[in-house]
């Protein structure tokens, strides 16, 4: 029989360095066979950096893996693969264009590049599926199957690999609560087959759910390992996050009186057609009036993406209408659509929101060249209001920049946001959208970021705020929704629904459901 | 704040920096052509004084190096605008011989004043070469075509196009297929009478300088930079990302047909097949040379043209093939492209075995 | 008309066409290697001069088809590796640094030529025993079809297999998977285990063979002789036919025997002695290339990852 206390994976010392600045710090990490590790810890807490380090994806800087005892190096996924390590990765490693079984068939290529033997691969796929409990639809493109399925496909493909050690990143994230319950029995079964499992997740039941062990990470360092039965939900959050309170900025209770507000923002039954036509925009209204936060929770993927690019002209939107201030504004150009006073913050902020290689004007001035304000004569830029504004917005906003010709690429993230937020709102919008503005970011630049919007709401614009942080958005907003599989919950008041209600409605349960 | 004042541009790569990477890679350029001349049995550093003594041997040569880089200049910086939106134009050929093409008919038949026939002369070449460029750079922006390969069929599109216009509707009375001339009274001036180089060449100094005010300094240069940084970025920021990216791509087109035009009032007075000599081609080389530059695409053309022009005289003394200009054209060209990538590989490497203490530091 | 409708002609042109589909066929297939594994190797042209180049030059001191056609694999491979090394090992733009290597190609090609040849009134010829079409015994006797494609020259035949084999590489092997993996998705590819490194150069050295072997058909096979630019952008032709045939093997067979069609009908045109300026006719290949580009690319689906290069930690670094 498997002896527990057999180590099978040690990590020594593990440090890597973005730019400089620690992502790992010197962790360690042990694990034995047949147990589930849980790595717990907050966004940017450095589980998934770690994880990758073990998978090869990243060289470690500092620190040794060892394997059975003897030290390895992992220079690329082949390495760990060939080490019996298999990984589930966050946002799937499968090929889209790929069906099901050609996926698998890959992965358990190796050294091998002759005939794929057909029948003796769909043969052990099928036994491995009964095996664990795995549902696989085989001849179905993988991009055209829901997420839940596309999961089962990257376990599948990680157990192919005849693999001991298990990683999973963020296993739970894209999936319904159905999805999940499957998911850990699968794991279970795994678990009494021998393997050992890795589990990453910021969510404190799922850990306490699955785990034998827990290892918390804080700011790149292993603060903690507790073994799962003599813990609590609270010690973990504590530990977790090292502080009490996870956003101090609140929403102070107002009374709202929606006959007496205008609308800002109106959608009327919008549809809109996702990439390559999949996920879709159905039927979609909702209504923000002056002064007013509009919250949209759900998980990644659902259709945020859509709609908002929708608003702000950036996508075709195929059926409705969208009125801004009263005007009209569907499918016009975005343009049009900010000059009509939408303003937007895109979720990807290094690559859409702002311009790497552009000083931090140019970064003003691109999403603002064609007003008059900046234009001089012969059509020339006029440098030294532009210099004028960044100055202003640089104290306004506290960002920090070295000097002003620094490229905004080199800023940190939640510099690059302050950026992008100071642009958008300093041009007076009517309507403010806002994606994901305080992903990834510490809890300073959170707390600023949700400041600004509270006093930008007092000012008399509306506010749509659309995240996958439930409590960002419940302590945020003044009326919220869900948006599940493109469609939108009815609007209602934060404190209308419980968590676990709301919870329901992301993994897609219908409003019934939650009554 | 203040102590930063003094390490500016730390994050950019740095003057000196492209300096080595130029010296770098000429040096690999003259490794090539000494291995290359060596196995010909010549001697390299007489092959080099030739080349050298050819081109500055009298002021015609000097002047012929004017004339030669004249329209690569222009093509070029048409080149440069179509980059600005991530778009290659080699298609400078064909967009050239409209321009003459157009620019002769009307020398030939437009019978008004000299200012007129040149006045519409430009226009009519710069729309004749913009519309073929702009073909192209609008089937890439509406269809997502590759521009390169159509600028290429447009190339030889143009050039049978060409061929046939000079041997049947156009053809001169003589048997060569060739148009007839233009009337003396509407070539543009020579610079020195009996050489080659024309006033085409004062033109050239004036564009590269509106290149550089446009790129630099306004709002329109600034957003077909954008769309080269990155066209989703542009299109958030309200950029007609589109229509901009096809303008960039008539300009480039323009560029070259007035070139086209250049060359005939300023050398040949007529057209006839041959009339570019892979100009096009040449010309986006030395615009990545340059960086896009206008100033180092003068530097670049002048310099290349100095080095056919010592070839062309040297081959008379010595048997080294002119094409040996174009392989070391391309030798220069490739290492600029790689020399960075090669040096950040080796100095990422170096950096790889320092401890990371030190690693923060450099 | 009626000249053009007779058997003869027809039999005669369709037989050509095929002939003259073999030199875009060989790297158009050659290509979808390349680009299935991600790479846009635009020095597809420069691959096919220098294996014209080498094969010519191997032919004309050896007399031996055997030595030309293995000299001219190998220069179009190394060319290709050339390529290959500057996208993958120095992750440079692959369209610009094609152009570059197609022009460096050129230089080279023509330099050497004129140092091996000198300036001479009289072309030096290839005179290799090789440019002969080889029928196939019994199948060659069919009416119509025997003659049009079992009366081929060989490589004809070589090309039919390697569309085969090509097709049943794509879908019945790892090696296909991987390079289809490659070019569709580099990050997950490695994470099961794939090598992208090595598939892309793998695929980059397929694809310059089939080139060189193109430029030899040229040079050597066909017009026994080199000239500068001897291939005239038929790269860039075999490029848009790789798009038209959707990076698929026997679409892009069947629209090479299009584009060979259609220019050995200009041929015959101008031998016919119709009255159509023969500038005209000697455009319609190109001309048609442009309205095909218009005609598929809406539609086409390339590999997602083409002509991207694959930098691992850029990638995984949200």
Known sequence: MLNPANTILEMKGISKFFDGKPANDQIDLKVNEGEIVALLGENGAGKSTLMNILFGLYQADHGEISIDGKVVSINSPLDAIALGIGMVHQHFMLIPAFDAYENIALSISGKRNGLVNHQVIREQIKKHSIQYNLSIVLDTIVQDLPVGLQQQVEILKALFGECRILVLDEPTGVLNEQEKIKLFSSLKELKAAGLSIIFISHKLDEVLDISDRVVILRKGKVVDSVITNRTNKEDLACRMVGRDVVFSVKKGPRLFDNKMKDRVLEIKNIEVHGKRNTQTIKDLSLTIHRGELFGIAGVDGNGQSELVEALAGLRHVTKGKIFLNGNEITNRSSRSIKQMGLAFVPEDRRSMGTIASYSLDQNIFFRNSDSKTFRKHFGQIDKKKLHMLGDRLIKDYDIRIPHRDMLVGQLSGGNIQKVILAREISSDPVVLVAMHPTRGLDVGAIEFIHTRLLELLSSGAGILLISTELDEIISLSDQMAVISNGKLSRPFRPDELSLSQIGLLMGGSDEEACR | ?362 | MSVLLTRDFLVSLFAAGVRMSIPIMLPALGEIYAERSGILNINLEGQMLMGAFASFIVGHYSGSVVLALLAGALAGMLQALLMATACIQWKTQHVVIGIVLNMFALGFTSFWYRVVFGVTIAPPMANVSGGVSTPVPLLSNIPVLGEILFSQHFLFYIAIALVIVSRFVFNRTFFGLKIRSAGEYPLAAETMGVNICRTRYLSMMICGVLAGLGGTFLSVLSLNRFVDNITASRGFIALAIVIFGRWKPLPVFFSSLLFGTMDAFQLRLQSVGLNVPYHLLLMLPYLLTVLVMIMTSKNSKSPAALGTNYNREAMTDT
């Open chain 2, 1 to 362: 704040m203040k102590q930063f004042l003094f390490k500016k541009r730390e994050n950019r790569p740095s003057f000196l920096d492209s300096v080595a990477n130029t010296c770098l890679a000429i040096a690999m350029a003259i490794i090539v052509s000494i291995i290359f001349i060596l196995s010909l049995g010549e001697n390299p550093i007489s092959v080099f004084e030739f080349i050298i003594r050819g081109a500055f041997r009298n002021t015609s040569s000097v002047l012929e190096i004017l004339a030669k880089s004249t329209p690569i200049i222009i093509i070029g910086l048409g080149v440069s605008i179509a980059a600005a939106t991530g778009m290659t134009n080699l298609g400078g050929d064909g967009q050239f011989y409209m321009g003459a093409i157009s620019a002769a008919i009307i020398g030939i038949y437009l019978e008004a004043p000299v200012w007129i026939v040149w006045i519409a002369a430009i226009c009519v070449s710069i729309l004749a070469g913009g519309i073929w460029g702009g073909f192209a750079g609008f089937l890439r922006a509406t269809i997502d075509t590759s521009e390169v390969i159509i600028a290429i069929m447009m190339n030889y599109i143009a050039l049978f196009l060409i061929g046939f216009l000079v041997s049947n509707p156009l053809q001169a009375p003589g048997g060569i297929p060739q148009t007839r001339a233009i009337p003396q009274i509407v070539q543009l001036p020579k610079l020195i009478a009996g050489s080659r180089a024309h006033w085409g060449i004062v033109f050239v100094a004036l564009l590269a300088l509106f290149v550089w005010f446009v790129m630099n300094r306004t709002v329109f240069g600034f957003q077909l930079l954008t769309i080269g940084k990155s066209a989703k970025a542009a299109q958030y920021g309200g950029i007609a990302v589109k229509k901009l990216s096809v303008t960039s791509m008539f300009i480039a087109g323009g560029f070259a047909g007035f070139a086209g035009m250049i060359e005939v009032f300023g050398t040949y007075y007529r057209v006839l097949e041959g009339i570019s000599s892979s100009f096009g081609f040449t010309a986006v080389m030395i615009a990545i040379l340059a960086r896009y530059r206008p100033l180092g695409i003068i530097v670049g053309s002048l310099l290349i043209s100095t080095l056919t022009v010592g070839v062309n005289s040297m081959q008379i003394a010595v048997n080294v093939p002119t094409s040996i200009v174009t392989v070391i054209q391309s030798v220069v060209v490739f290492s600029i492209l790689v020399m960075p990538k090669i040096r950040a590989n080796f100095q990422h490497a170096q950096r790889k075995r320092l401890p990371p203490d030190e690693r923060e530091e450099s």
